[in-house]
């Protein structure tokens, strides 16, 4: 029963970074109908800048968070605004095209410049474990949880409670409507794909802080986060944070009940039963 909570506790510590960065990738897709296909590249870049600012200047990776979702955010503007936006009028598929060749293009320039090789960042002002009634809690990946919760609710406020946010999320359910109504909808565009990109960031700061960094690590994460998009409801917040925390803890507890081999496997599994019941999603309308 012990390793039984162990694994339960595991489980949504990761899911709740998951759940972070779903949240990114599902509202580019939900006001843009686009499947960045990079996103995963971004952690990458975010997880590799907070370890270049540690190791160069000493920066911890939980100082680099404000300047991984700056940098983050003006590059996904930059990319949005230069390449993704000269194809958003053409085919659905060049919009796939396009965001799969960024993800190619920054990970195998990711492995020229600074080569394969896995790189951690060893001493941080985040190391050890709580003991608590004999469940172990890594203190790492317990703030890092905490954090991805405190951006998400960030980022739950900041739709509902702004002026812009609400204007992202009139775009997200009708852009006809909100483009009759004054909306620059490519403004919004433009904000939500940095905003995605922010988020990303910021993971990336957080998981720098236990995670191996490596040009691939990104295909580790994207797959997984797709998923859990189209889990929780194309376009869907609240959907992306809920499977997020869902595909942790089931992920985690079948690679313990069955084999780590598996864990994979059980989450798409998990994933086709679900919208084999519900095509859209847990919460996709």
Not at 42 to 68: E, K, Q, R, T
Not at 115 to 143: A, M, Y
Not at 186 to 199: E, M, Q, T, V, W
């Amino acid at each position: 029963m012990e390793q039984l909570v162990q694994q339960l506790v595991n489980g949504l510590l990761i899911g709740l970074v998951y759940s972070l960065l779903a949240i990114g990738l599902t509202l580019i897709w939900g006001v843009m109908n686009v499947l960045n296909f990079a996103h995963g590249e971004f952690l990458m870049i975010g997880m590799f800048m907070s370890y270049w600012l540690y190791a160069l200047a000493g920066v911890d990776p939980l100082f680099s968070i404000p300047v991984n979702a700056v940098a983050l955010f003006l590059l996904g503007m930059f990319i949005y605004r230069y390449i993704i936006s000269k194809v958003m009028q053409g085919p659905a598929l060049a919009q796939l095209v396009v965001t799969f060749g960024i993800s190619i293009f920054i990970a195998n320039f990711a492995a020229l410049i600074w080569t394969p090789n896995f790189r951690s960042i060893e001493h941080t002002l985040l190391s050890g474990t709580w003991d608590i009634s004999g469940i172990k809690l890594s203190i790492p990946k317990f703030v890092t949880s905490i954090g991805s919760v405190v951006t998400s609710c960030g980022v739950f406020w900041f739709l509902r409670n702004t002026r812009t946010g609400k204007a992202i999320l009139a775009v997200e359910m009708d852009r006809e409507a909100a483009l009759i109504m004054g909306i620059n909808t490519d403004r919004i565009n433009s904000l939500s794909f940095g905003i995605g990109s922010a988020l990303v960031g910021v993971a990336g700061a957080l998981l720098a802080t236990h995670y191996y960094i490596y040009p691939f690590v990104g295909g580790t994460f994207g797959l997984t986060c797709f998923c859990i998009v189209a889990l929780g409801g194309f376009g869907s917040i609240e959907g992306a944070f809920i499977a997020g925390i869902l595909v942790g803890v089931v992920q985690t507890l079948g690679g313990y009940i069955f084999n780590p081999a598996y864990k994979l496997a059980i989450v798409f599994a998990m994933y086709l039963i679900t919208v084999w019941i519900r095509p859209q999603g847990l919460r996709g309308w």
